[in-house]
């Protein structure tokens, strides 16, 4: 394999392992990755509506309903009417919302801290500026 090869080999099974992480850490806190990223996704845009969800994750508006719908029966969000469009509600996250994320975060983050600790700091500073480079 060339460089790059080995290197989108490599990419492909961080993303595996990261993606393991998760679902290893999400089934004690009694929800799935797509909520998570739902809920993440709603962190990241304040005013987001449904077909936001839907366009972001390429789910269908009923997948979109029945998720929403989950976690607002857990009381992670709320859906409040868009103040523009009669015909469209935003979806909020809720103080436990942002709580259970930032739980979450913090257990995920201790799998991966067990990854990186074997690396030096050096060696992280330049693992750090390397991923600066990638257009994310």
């Known amino acids: 394999m060339n460089d790059n090869e080995v290197i989108v ?16 850490v999400l089934p ?5 990755p797509i909520m998570m990223y739902t809920i993440e996704f709603l962190r990241r845009n304040a005013e987001a509506k449904a077909v936001d969800v839907a366009n972001e994750f390429g789910l269908t508006r009923g997948a979109v ?4 719908d989950k976690l607002e029966e857990q009381g992670l969000v709320i859906r409040k009417p868009h103040p523009t469009s ?8 809720t103080n436990k919302g942002n709580e259970l994320v ?3 975060l913090n257990a995920y983050n201790q799998e991966i ?3 990186i600790k074997p690396y ?3 060696d992280l500073a330049l693992l750090r500026q390397l991923l600066d480079k990638l257009p994310l």
């Open 28 to 32: 004690q806190y009694g929800i799935t």
């Open 102 to 104: 930032d739980a979450i």
């Open 120 to 122: 030096s700091s050096d």
């Open 65 to 68: 309903t029945q998720l929403l």
């Open 9 to 24: 080999y490599k990419l492909r099974q961080i993303k595996n392992m990261l993606s393991g992480y998760l679902v290893r």
């Open 113 to 115: 801290d067990k990854l």
């Open 86 to 93: 009669r015909r469209s509600l935003q979806i909020h996250i």
